[in-house]
């Protein structure tokens, strides 16, 4: 008998064939290409159908981009389009011959990923900290996931870092818009636009064209602009961990999504950062660590949901 995850992206789906005691089976990662609306829910039907008809699925567990309405059974997911609200559970539920089935945010099964296989293992309070496009955390508060009234909790990217107020935050976020993927190229293109003179590595790459990579690289390299950008970050992340540990005292703080990666390298810098904000007890006490499951987080948490899943139902609590 086996458990299914499934972690979609905003690029991909990955599917995962789990044993219960946490070994990958199995891994297919299937490009989305130019998929939309209902063509991204068939693609995950399609691939439940199939992975019936060679495995012997107990349950299955689902991570999605966005937020996971647990009372309708529908998503937002703000990437994929067509997905205001979507209604994943119960396409799900008409493919899955009466299997067990539930869905959560990818920041939740990133942390459980790693409460289960990963950095947080047999640790009870723990946040994994996802820098990728977007900025997110996943929070484990005495080993169960903090989800909040509606389900929205750990939307960090909108953590209130700077001052004054911007109409540039509105769509993603304060914090989200200066120290994401995307904002590290944002603050580039801000800061190439003002500089008249710059001869930098970044000098033959269209500002359209710029990505985070292109900034690490130029970082390497002692570029200014990269290293003005990815110094900012620093102090961003850190006062992000530095409110994190303050509000949770958590034991661990992970760091994962595409971001970390390259960012690995400064969390040290991160954490003196940090120390200046946080509270001076509850900083020493917790440790800043990259992501043990690196891209695998979000599968292997969407198969630890599966798992608590099928037990709950089968002890006869929902």
Request: charged content about 15%; aromatic content about 8%.
């Amino acid at each position: 008998m086996a458990i299914l995850g499934i972690d979609l992206g905003g690029t991909k789906l990955a599917v995962g064939v789990f044993s219960e005691d946490g070994k990958i089976l199995s891994k297919e990662i299937i490009p989305l290409g130019s998929r939309a609306g209902k063509d991204v829910g068939f693609l995950i039907t399609n691939a439940i159908s199939k992975h019936f008809k060679i495995s012997s699925i107990e349950s299955i567990g689902v991570s999605v981009p966005g937020i996971s309405r647990i009372k309708t059974g529908t998503v937002w997911a703000p990437n994929i389009q067509g997905w205001e609200d979507y209604p994943l559970m119960q396409e799900i539920k008409q493919v899955a011959e009466n299997i067990p089935v539930i869905i959560d945010s990818d920041r939740a099964c990133y942390i459980l990923g790693e409460h289960w296989q990963g950095a947080a293992k047999q640790i009870n309070d723990a946040i994994f900290l996802a820098v990728g496009t977007g900025i997110g955390a996943g929070i484990l508060i005495n080993g169960t996931v903090l989800r909040g009234a509606h389900d929205i909790a750990g939307a960090i990217g909108w953590m209130a870092l700077d001052r004054p107020f911007k109409n540039k935050y509105i769509g993603c976020g304060c914090f989200e818009y200066h120290a994401s993927g995307e904002g590290i190229t944002k603050m580039a293109r801000e800061i190439l636009n003002e500089q008249k003179n710059y001869s930098g590595e970044l000098k033959n790459i269209e500002p359209a064209k710029l990505t985070s990579a292109n900034i690490f690289s130029a970082y390497e390299k002692n570029d200014p602009v990269a290293t003005q950008v990815l110094q900012q970050c620093i102090e961003f992340w850190g006062m992000s961990v530095a409110n994190l540990v303050s509000l949770f005292n958590p034991e661990k703080i992970i760091f994962g999504g595409g971001v970390f990666g390259p960012a690995v390298q400064f969390i040290d810098a991160i954490k003196t950062e940090a120390a200046k904000w946080a509270q001076p007890i509850s900083i020493t006490q917790v440790s800043l660590v990259p992501s043990a499951l690196g891209g695998d987080a979000g599968i292997y948490g969407a198969g630890f949901l599966a798992l608590q899943n099928k037990n709950h139902q089968q002890s006869g609590h929902v």
